[in-house]
């Protein structure tokens, strides 16, 4: 009788220790997506969590939302360590319009029904182009580094 | 966020690719994915799944630069205009002199492809200048 008591016993703590265990880290991920939500420059953080170990993924903009981002993680209840994964973005690089418009002048220059403006980084297409045509122009300007392109061409 | 999302399926066939170095990045309400291709085919079909979410690339929302990847060993390139002769020129650019023509389907020299858009070549005649990368295919 003894036995099966204690038994009985052991199998409660054991269960009652798996299912404890399961709901924390996920406990803990709403934790810490709660804690970076917070903060508007680590928008991009992707949160995992497993056995109290936290690992953050994704792309910030620069080292003190990175640092900021585990420092916020590892202030949070229950987080056993930081896996510190997230990467740095370089921000997008815009041509100079005075290059770009030599650059886009260049790419239309075989495309005479098609006129192209270059303001402030945004190149605008208008005019007609041949339907089977424009994927190429398209091409060929997206390698520019411009900021926008404003294509209002209607294809024929 | 939701740009990303709306180009998920591209982004997504991206990396299933094999693009190197790809980084896609959202700035002031535009998405910007560079990267290089292994292949031609691998680029046009990104353009392809760009143009099926995007009908005509009208949106604006979206820079797509994905450059193919061309091996340096490669010596000869092919004119691949529509049908015309390529203007060789002097210098990088349409405001540059023409100094020869390359034939339409052509295979020329290629000398170096130190600037993207203009490469230089020399054709057999050792006429040297540059043509406008586009119409130009490495051969193999």
Known sequence: ?156 | MALQDKYKQLTDAASAAGISDLIVREQDGILYIDGTAPSGAIKDQLWDIYNSIDPNFSSGDLILNVNVSIDASVTKVKVVTENSNLNIRKGPGTDQPIVGKAAHGEVITLVNRSNEQWWLVRTKDNEEGYCYAQYLSPEA
């Not at chain 1, 680590?42 to 969590?49: A, E, R, S």
């Open chain 1, 1 to 156: 009788m003894k036995i099966i008591k204690s038994l009985a016993l052991m199998a409660l703590i054991t269960s009652t220790f798996f299912i404890g265990c399961k709901p924390k880290d996920a406990d803990i991920k709403i934790a810490v997506e709660k804690s970076i939500s917070a903060l508007p420059n680590l928008t991009g953080t992707t949160v995992d969590v497993k056995d109290g170990i936290v690992t953050l993924t994704g792309q910030l903009k620069d080292d003190n939302a990175k640092g900021l981002a585990e420092t916020t993680t590892k202030a949070v209840k229950g987080v056993k360590s930081v896996v510190n994964n997230l990467s740095i973005t370089t921000p997008v690089l815009v041509a100079v319009d005075d290059l770009l418009t030599k650059a886009v002048n260049d790419a239309v220059k075989d495309y005479p029904t098609v006129v192209a403006n270059v303001k402030d980084g945004i190149i605008s297409l208008t005019g007609k182009i041949k339907k089977e045509a424009l994927p190429k122009l398209m091409m060929a300007i997206s390698a520019l580094k411009p900021k926008k392109i404003n294509n209002q061409l209607t294809t024929n």
